[in-house]
Nanobody, 113 residues
């Protein structure tokens, strides 16, 4: 079964870190582009970070130099290391295969003191 399952969300204080993981079942990560997106209520889902089939990364300006996307093709896992978290990073984070589009169920990240 082709599916994406995220984990690792939670509540963290400003300046803290979290690591999100996405297990991509039934997908060969070496052949597809993957990404992390986030969404807050009332706003459109936005791109956070992308990683190509060969490992080239792209980041939104708001997270560059704080977040790192990576993948392990052998373990079929895509990760998002989030450092120096800010309250405005609070959102539901989704793992995605870009083409054909597939979404995970999302994991909540809350940054608050």
């Amino acid at each position: 079964q082709v599916q994406l399952v995220e984990s690792g969300g939670g509540l963290v204080q400003p300046g803290g870190s979290l690591r999100l993981s996405c297990v991509a079942s039934g997908i060969r990560l070496s052949t597809v582009q993957m990404g992390w997106y986030r969404q807050v209520p009332g706003k459109e889902r936005e791109m956070v970070a992308l990683i190509s089939s060969v490992g080239v990364t792209t980041y939104d300006n708001s997270v560059r130099n704080r977040f790192t996307i990576s993948k392990d093709n052998a373990k079929n896992t895509v990760s998002l290391q989030m450092n120096s978290l800010k309250p405005e990073d609070t959102a539901v984070y989704y793992c995605s295969r870009l083409f054909p589009r597939l979404w995970g169920q999302g994991t909540q990240v809350s940054v608050s003191s």
